[in-house]
């Protein structure tokens, strides 16, 4: 494992780059969800996919958004836009690498859309996209003055919105986020991706991973029953199969 510091406009991201040896592979770059992390600890969601791709012979990339985790930076000056910024550094210094042959996108919820506009944004650059339970819905949430069950003026944006579980939200994260292109950006990206969802997911809709499968020319989606928005339940181990073996083919 070697740790990784990127900076992004004066920030320093933590990041870690695991594989199996030095051989130059492709890479997966995983993109965290809202308030969460890059999830390192066992038997988390984003260790066993990163096991999984690694025994599979693809290296893997984590990092925490700004204000999140180990990274620098005020959650409360969080939003989709500077999260997006986050990950293109990441991938910028994730390219200049002679190990890395080719480079691919997983998010999971708020992560998945980041990765999911990114990988529009860099549609000559990136190689697969995997998207896990992706919140495009937040978008809707925030037209319509609702996040993680707090509820403010859509019409009047306050300064911040204290979030459930969360903490302090800047406005401006609500403000980006009613206007976000997100399906139309996303769309330009025309290389094999793949959408998956909990159909028990409370928190996103599975309509999201639809709409994804009918904006982006060569998404597939696939449902899953028993699933919630963290991808826990019954039928986890076959989805985290499937991502992994989407992501290393």
Same mark, same amino acid.
């Given at each position: 494992?070697?740790?990784?510091?990127?900076?992004?406009?004066?920030?320093?991201?933590?990041?870690?780059?695991?594989?199996?040896?030095?051989?130059?592979?492709?890479?997966?770059?995983?993109?965290?969800?809202?308030?969460?992390?890059?999830?390192?600890?066992?038997?988390?969601?984003?260790?066993?996919?990163? =096991?999984?791709?690694?025994?599979?012979?693809?290296?893997?990339?984590?990092?925490?958004?700004?204000?999140?985790?180990?990274?620098?930076?005020?959650?409360?000056?969080?939003?989709?836009?500077?999260?997006?910024?986050?990950?293109?550094?990441?991938?910028?210094?994730?390219?200049?690498?002679?190990?890395?042959?080719?480079?691919?996108?997983?998010?999971?919820?708020?992560?998945?859309?980041?990765?999911?506009?990114?990988?529009?944004?860099?549609?000559?650059?990136?190689?697969?996209?995997?998207?896990?339970?992706?919140?495009?819905?937040?978008? =809707?949430?925030?037209?319509?003055?609702?996040?993680?069950?707090?509820?403010?003026?859509?019409?009047?944006?306050?300064?911040?919105?204290?979030?459930?579980?969360?903490?302090?939200?800047?406005?401006?994260?609500?403000?980006?986020?009613?206007?976000?292109?997100?399906?139309?950006?996303?769309?330009?990206?025309?290389?094999?991706?793949?959408?998956?969802?909990?159909?028990?997911?409370?928190?996103?809709?599975?309509?999201?991973?639809?709409?994804?499968?009918?904006?982006?020319?060569?998404?597939?989606?696939?449902?899953?029953?028993?699933?919630?928005?963290?991808?826990?339940?019954?039928?986890?181990?076959?989805?985290?199969?499937?991502?992994?073996?989407?992501?290393?083919?």
């Amino acid at each position: 494992m070697e740790e990784l510091d990127i900076v992004r406009d004066g920030l320093h991201l933590y990041g870690r780059l695991e594989r199996n040896d030095a051989v130059p592979r492709p890479l997966v770059i995983m993109c965290h969800g809202f308030s969460g992390n890059m999830g390192a600890a066992p038997g988390s969601l984003f260790q066993d996919l990163a =096991d999984r791709l690694t025994a599979r012979g693809v290296a893997v990339c984590r990092f925490d958004f700004n204000g999140h985790g180990r990274s620098e930076g005020d959650f409360s000056h969080m939003d989709v836009f500077n999260e997006i910024e986050d990950l293109i550094a990441v991938l910028h210094q994730m390219r200049s690498r002679d190990d890395v042959t080719e480079i691919r996108l997983l998010g999971h919820s708020q992560g998945g859309v980041v990765a999911a506009m990114t990988a529009g944004l860099y549609h000559d650059v990136i190689g697969r996209l995997a998207l896990l339970a992706p919140a495009a819905t937040l978008k =809707d949430d925030a037209l319509s003055g609702v996040c993680m069950g707090r509820r403010y003026d859509a019409a009047h944006i306050p300064d911040t919105v204290d979030v459930p579980d969360a903490g302090k939200v800047g406005g401006q994260y609500f403000r980006i986020a009613q206007m976000l292109p997100i399906y139309e950006t996303a769309a330009r990206f025309a290389g094999p991706a793949l959408s998956v969802h909990g159909a028990c997911d409370t928190v996103v809709d599975p309509s999201a991973s639809r709409r994804f499968g009918e904006a982006l020319p060569n998404c597939a989606v696939s449902m899953y029953p028993g699933l919630d928005h963290g991808l826990n339940g019954e039928g986890r181990d076959q989805v985290l199969d499937e991502v992994a073996r989407f992501l290393t083919e």
